[in-house]
């Protein structure tokens, strides 16, 4: 196991695994999984540092979550999981794409991971923390070298200092 994998089971995994028995830390489930989730989809879709995401960057979240269907459910769900809860702590229940109202946004343990309704009057949308996490954790796992990527040379990934057992990154 590398030094960055080792690193990825201490700091993500295996905290967040800790989480999932706790119904009331799926938010705090969310707010890790998220960024580990953006990382991956920005190597995996050739973005790496670019500021604003595009449909390749949607398609590999598609890719991982089907249920998604398509590139406008992507942009809606993005926006009000990730954008809320890394923003304000909160989901948003707006969507800059317009179109759908969004009657519903939740998070629920019993929803698929990410779960999609729609009725005449909107749309709700549920994800499972645990489900949603895991699937993530797995993913990644499941292909480091595009997470571990040093193509988001302003992003690197941190390593431990063990004189000073400081976690991050600097020059020496």
Known sequence: ?????S??????KNPLASLYTNQDAGFIILMATFPLLERYLRQKSGLHEVVSLNDDF?????GIFPYVTNIDNAKKI????????L???????????GGTMILE????????????????AGMTVKISPKK???KVISTIENDFATFESPDSPSHPLPTV???????GWGKK
């Open 1 to 5: 196991m590398t030094d960055n994998m």
């Open 7 to 12: 690193n990825f089971v201490k700091w993500f």
């Open 58 to 62: 949607y398609n590999e979240f598609i």
């Open 78 to 85: 993005w926006g009000l999981y990730r954008h809320g809860l």
């Open 87 to 97: 923003h304000q702590a909160t989901l948003k229940t707006k969507t800059k794409t």
């Open 105 to 120: 946004i939740g998070v629920h343990g019993d929803a698929h991971e990410i779960e999609i309704g729609y009725s005449p």
């Open 132 to 134: 949603f996490s895991e």
């Open 161 to 167: 200092d063990e004189g000073t057992g400081t976690s």
